[in-house]
Every structure is written in structure tokens, then in C-alpha cells.
């Protein structure tokens, strides 16, 4: 009841924003849609889009600006039609003044827990309507969603919804924003879509213009996103903040560059003030080594990613993210490090427009200054102190695989000349596999392993957006020595 009582009031405070006609904002893209993103993969490793892709969402006003600057001459087909989607999906997105209205439906067996970047339902049975409304600095996004059986009791959902307002070339927005941080594909090791997003304040760069000043121009587009989130779950500390800041840079074409940073601190019966926020942004929050037992101030991640395509046009680019869970011998430096590695490449096979990836994500803590030591068994993604851990509504926010944890995944996504396209993702999956049980583990108290495969197709027509799936599954518990067989499937449709 009380999560309801707190949705439902800042569900309000944004309706009572509609009347507060300021201003132009264009909306962002949120994470989730496979074909929307290899789109813009596409025109960034062509030398379409100077920008940086690794954070989402994404500023559209920054996707049309950049593609506006750019020599669009000598572009493959392939190339030429992901230009005219995305073309088509901003001037959809950025009509001004403009009142719309969709709405959706999905259906599931054996609905995913573990998430890669696709959206997929969350629950066997969901209902959405959504209204959308751009002003000349106002923008306006209301959703909400009807669960059913849903896994954490939350029936009615405003997952999605959020009021912005711009600021120059900022945009500060209020609500249920999905985030995305690092190039990964299967999951992301600080910030992704498998746990539900909770409320919340933003405030973010729209567009990722240089530095004019010679002494910082090198760093070439960058971005800039901050956060400041309410855990209104049931929790060991009731109401904490989630905290998030991230900077991006693309200082050499085909290269860029993100640091990220996010942390719990406040909450139910702890401290909660100027120098306790002050501790938490310079590091002292290592009882016992660099400050106080009793004033700890939070819980934090920080680490970087790196993406960069190969030079001399080989479709080829290769990714990692390193993310620290606990800081070096009390120094304000990441240590105990959680590791994910990658690789993209990109063509054509049969006519279609292929993107696949390989990558192998590791939530072990693993100490050394680049975690190539031994490791730290129950540490990614649990504290002392928010015994609840980097979770929400019993989902990590980090990897969906939780701590202690190892991914192999490979996918692949194919285009067709129409823009319809098919996904196929396979993963093998080791849950929690050293160290004690684990009760707070969001996926298995003891170690299993996870083998599963999915195919989705996604087509769009004048009666909207319709996305189909299948899927199987296979999950040993390595202690019992017993497995199981899951068959899972998905019909997901749009009016949009």
C-alpha cells in the first residue's frame, strides 16, 4: 500500500505539470527496442552520428542534429534505409504540439527474469495506454500498465511515465525512466532494464557538442547524466536513494569512452545530510578503513566502459566494461572489479542487414587494481548495511545474473529491406557458483546454471507493432543435480 500511496502521488504532481505550458523538447529513446538500436549503431559506425551511443536513454534532438552535420553521401543500402528509419521515427517523435495516444497489450509463458537489452514482458499478462504531448519546452510522456499475477504485487504500473522540462541545452525530467549504462548487449554490470525502474529526478545533457575551448575540445561530443532515485520497495532500509551520475566522451571517431558512478545512501534511520552526501561523492564510506562505523553514507559502483570500431572500415567493434563494488584499501580508487568483454560485427547475409555479437560478462568481485586477483565471493551487489543489496522490487539493477555470477551470450539481430526483423539470442548462464548460499540472490540461493535460446520477430503495419516469440530453456541445480525443461513464448503488440 505504501508504494502505491507513493506512486500515485508523484503520478499526480506530474498531471498538475500539464497545466505549466513553458516550453521545445524533443523526447528521448528508451532502452529496449533491438531494431531501434542497431539502427543507430549502424549509421554511428558508418560515420553518420559523431555522438555517444552508450547511455540510455538517448536524446533524439541529439541523434537529428548530428545526423544533420554529417556528409550523407556514399552510404551503403543497408546504411541508407537504418537512416530513413530513424529519420522517420524522430519527425514522428518531435511533432510539436502534438497530442498522441497509444496503447498495447502482451501476453507470455514463462515470462524472462534474467534480461538482455530487448524489451520483453515482465509479467504472463500486461495492459498499457500511453499519452504523449511535445510543447515548445514541455515534454509530457504518461503511462500506465496493468499487470497481471505480477512477480512483486504491483498490479497498476506507471513504468515509463515522466514530465521534462528544458533548460537551455539540458533537460530535467521527473518519474519512470528505463536507463541503459555501457555497450553492453546481454546485460549491463551497473545499469540496465532488469530491474523495474523507481522513481525519480534526471537531469541530462540534450545535445553532446564539443567543447569550444582548445583545452577541452579534444574530448570531442560528450554527455552528461545525473539521477537521483527513490527505492519505495520493501527494504532492509526503507525509502533509500539510488544515486547516478555518468559522463561520456568520444574523443577519436569510432571510439568513445563512458565513467559511471551510482550509489544507495539516505533511507529509514540513516544519516541523511550535506556531509554525509559530501563522504559519499569523495569516497569515505569504507567503515572501519577511511570512516566511522556509524556514519557509512552508502553503498556505491563506479567504474568505466569502452567502446571502440576497428579504423580502415572493418565492420568490427570491440567493448568492455570494469566496475568497481568497493573501493582500494579505504583510497578513493574501484577495486573489487566486476568485468564484461564484447564484440560486434556488423553486414549483409542473404539480402538482410545482420548486427551479432559474442560476450562474456563475470559478477565475481575480483580484486587487483584491474581484478585479475583472487576473488570475493557474496560481494557484487550486497552491503552490510542495505542488506537488501543493489536490488529493486526483487530484481538486480545491475546484471540480471546477479552476483557471483557468469554470461555467455551471443546474438544476432537481421533486417529486412521492409524494416521487419528477427532476433536470436543464446545464452549460458552460472548463477551464484562459489562461495556460500546466498538467500538475497535474486535469481537462486545456491549455484545452477541456465542454458537458454530465444527467436522474436518484430514486423510493423497499419494496424501497429507486433513482436512474437519463442523460447526454451534448460536449468540444472548443480547441488540436486536435478534440471528442468521450460518452454516460453510471447506475443507483444503496439498500437504505435
Not at 555497450?183 to 541530462?204: E, H, M, Y
Request: net charge negative.
Amino acid at each position: 500500500m505504501r508504494n502505491c500511496r507513493v506512486n500515485l502521488l508523484l503520478a499526480a504532481l506530474l498531471l498538475c505539470n500539464l497545466g505549466s505550458r513553458i516550453a521545445v523538447a524533443d523526447p528521448y529513446a528508451a532502452p529496449g527496442e533491438l531494431l531501434l538500436r542497431t539502427d543507430i549503431q549502424l549509421l554511428h559506425d558508418a560515420g553518420v552520428l559523431n555522438v555517444p551511443i552508450n547511455a540510455w536513454p538517448i536524446s533524439y534532438s541529439d541523434i537529428d542534429r548530428a545526423i544533420s552535420m554529417s556528409d550523407l553521401g556514399d552510404l551503403s543500402e543497408p546504411v541508407v534505409a537504418a537512416l530513413q528509419r530513424v529519420r522517420e521515427r524522430i519527425s514522428w517523435e518531435s511533432a510539436a504540439d502534438s497530442l498522441r495516444f497509444d496503447f498495447g497489450a502482451s501476453a507470455a509463458e514463462n515470462p524472462r527474469f534474467i534480461r538482455s537489452f530487448e524489451n520483453t514482458p515482465r509479467e504472463s499478462g500486461e495492459l498499457f495506454a500511453r499519452l504523449n504531448w511535445l510543447g515548445e519546452r514541455l515534454a509530457v510522456n504518461l503511462q500506465v500498465t496493468g499487470a497481471a499475477d505480477p512477480f512483486d504485487d504491483d498490479e497498476v504500473r506507471f513504468d515509463g511515465t515522466y514530465v521534462g522540462l528544458v533548460l537551455g541545452n539540458w533537460m530535467i525530467s521527473a518519474g519512470w525512466q528505463e536507463r541503459w549504462w555501457g555497450p553492453g548487449n546481454g546485460g549491463s554490470l551497473i545499469l540496465g532494464t532488469n530491474a523495474r525502474p523507481s522513481p525519480g529526478i534526471t537531469f541530462q545533457r540534450n545535445n553532446s557538442t564539443p567543447f569550444e575551448t582548445k583545452w577541452l575540445s579534444w574530448i570531442g561530443p560528450w554527455s552528461f547524466t545525473t539521477f537521483f532515485d527513490l527505492l519505495d520497495d520493501e527494504r532492509e532500509v526503507d525509502d533509500a536513494i539510488l544515486f547516478g551520475a555518468r559522463f561520456s566522451i568520444q574523443p577519436l571517431d569510432g571510439l568513445e569512452v563512458g565513467v559511471s558512478r551510482v550509489g544507495q545512501l539516505c533511507g529509514d534511520g540513516r544519516i541523511c545530510d550535506l556531509e554525509s552526501f559530501y563522504n559519499f561523492l569523495v569516497g569515505n564510506d569504507n567503515r572501519g578503513l577511511n570512516i566511522d562505523i556509524d556514519d557509512e553514507p552508502g553503498n556505491q559502483l563506479a567504474g568505466i566502459d569502452i567502446r571502440w570500431r576497428l579504423p580502415r572500415k572493418v565492420p568490427i567493434a570491440i567493448y568492455m566494461q570494469w566496475i568497481g563494488e568497493d573501493t582500494r584499501s579505504g583510497k578513493p580508487l574501484p577495486g573489487s572489479w566486476l568485468r564484461q568483454a564484447g564484440a560486434e560485427f556488423w553486414g549483409e547475409i542473404g539480402g538482410m542487414s545482420q548486427r551479432s555479437y559474442f560476450e562474456v560478462s563475470d559478477t565475481i568481485c575480483r580484486l587487483g587494481g584491474f581484478g585479475f586477483s583472487e576473488s570475493k565471493v557474496n560481494c557484487a551487489y550486497n552491503h552490510g548495511v542495505f542488506q537488501s543489496g543493489y536490488r529493486f522490487n526483487g530484481r538486480v539493477i545491475g546484471h540480471g545474473i546477479d552476483g557471483d555470477g557468469r554470461s555467455f551470450s551471443a546474438g544476432s539481430t537481421l533486417v529486412q529491406s521492409s524494416g521487419h526483423s528477427w532476433n536470436v539470442l543464446l545464452r549460458h548462464m552460472e548463477i551464484n557458483r562459489v562461495g556460500p548460499d546466498n538467500m538475497r540472490h535474486s535469481i537462486s540461493s545456491g549455484p545452477s546454471e541456465i542454458t537458454d535460446i530465444q527467436i522474436s520477430h518484430d514486423r510493423t503495419s497499419a494496424f501497429g507493432t507486433i513482436k512474437i516469440a519463442v523460447g526454451y530453456s534448460r536449468t540444472e541445480d548443480v547441488a540436486l543435480t536435478e534440471s528442468e525443461n521450460d518452454v516460453s513464448a510471447f506475443v507483444q503488440w503496439s498500437s504505435r
